[in-house]
């Protein structure tokens, strides 16, 4: 994920399916505190839990609905609209925390929305409408409250020192022999000293050599300074790691992609933890009415509505259109 890319849910592929909003999944609201806000009605919540049936549905047909996620036999439905209770909370505490940053969507990115609600409002048939209770001015809020979500993400953390160092996030590529004998290991190091190949020497002691992409701390310290002290080519010594004896052959001592990728993800985790830290402190003083009878009224199973709109993918593809628009002034 890029710096530029905006905080978004996402939909777990068939394991969960659970929705992770700035990269948290939690089955209880985060939630707490004494001040009293009003959550978001039902027709708010249908925009999103309709969006996410038909996803799951794709994924796993409609029978997943009935599935037992633990063992005390709660259903896959319930677990969904627990982590659906979990987004919408969040996504009004977000809103809440923009106001009290003084954060707004621009010009652009309320015209962008604007856009977004129209087109998934079009996109409903009479009989979506109907069964969702929606309107232009619940959709409108939904597209609205979700971006200004996404932006209020990005507008606490822009300014932190978050920087990764290129030493910090190396990947090289390694090779190695492991085995829980140390004298065989220490024979496969001698025949290795004696220009012999790893591979060659390995199948002789009747023992595999296993590639991989490291990264640091991935695995324990003795191995991690090993490894990385190696240069393109070169063989380590015997090194101990987790009761195994190994020998580690550094076939390319900076994958420059791999190493990018893990820069990004190490970014991504410090700006998320920055902005939990600021979250965390203002969602404390604040609890949310929501009606129950309009959750204990959500059902996952049964018929499908809104199969033409994606709450999700309309507001991505908005999202891309006005950036592409803003860049080219």
Request: charged share 30%.
């Amino acid at each position: 994920m890029s710096r530029g890319k905006k905080w978004r849910v996402r939909a777990a592929i068939l394991v969960s399916l659970a929705f992770l909003l700035s990269g948290c999944q939690k089955t209880e609201s985060i939630l707490a505190g004494m001040g009293s806000e009003r959550g978001y009605g039902l027709p708010e919540i249908m925009i999103t839990a309709m969006s996410q049936k038909n996803t799951c549905e794709s994924l796993c047909t409609d029978q997943i609905w009935s599935a037992q996620v633990d063992e005390s036999g709660k259903t896959f439905e319930e677990y969904t609209k627990e982590q659906l209770k979990s987004f919408m909370d969040e996504l009004k505490i977000l809103t809440l925390l923009a106001k009290e940053r003084n954060i707004s969507l621009t010009e652009e990115e309320a015209a962008a929305m604007s856009q977004a609600a129209d087109e998934y409002l079009a996109a409903l048939t009479s009989e979506d409408i109907s069964y969702m209770g929606v309107d232009e001015t619940s959709v409108s809020t939904m597209f609205h409250d979700y971006c200004l979500a996404n932006k209020t993400v990005g507008e606490l953390t822009k300014d932190l020192d978050m920087e990764v160092s290129d030493s910090e996030a190396k990947v090289i590529e390694i090779s190695e022999v492991r085995t829980d004998d140390l004298e065989l290991a220490q024979s496969l190091a001698d025949s290795l000293k004696e220009g012999t190949s790893m591979e060659r020497a390995a199948a002789a002691k009747g023992l595999e050599v296993s590639s991989e992409k490291l990264g640091r701390a991935d695995k324990g310290e003795a191995y991690d300074y090993a490894a990385f002290s190696l240069e393109t080519g070169e063989v380590s010594e015997v090194v101990e790691d987790e009761g195994e004896y190994c020998i580690i052959r550094c076939d390319n001592d900076y994958d420059q992609e791999a190493t990018a990728q893990r820069k990004e993800q190490i970014y991504d985790a410090r700006r998320q933890k920055a902005f939990q830290d600021i979250y965390s402190g203002f969602q404390a003083g604040i609890t949310l009415n929501d009606s129950v009878r309009d959750w204990e009224s959500l059902t996952l199973a049964g018929k499908a509505y809104a199969e033409g709109a994606d709450f999700f993918e309309i507001y991505r593809k908005h999202t891309l259109i006005q950036t592409e628009q803003l860049g080219e002034q």
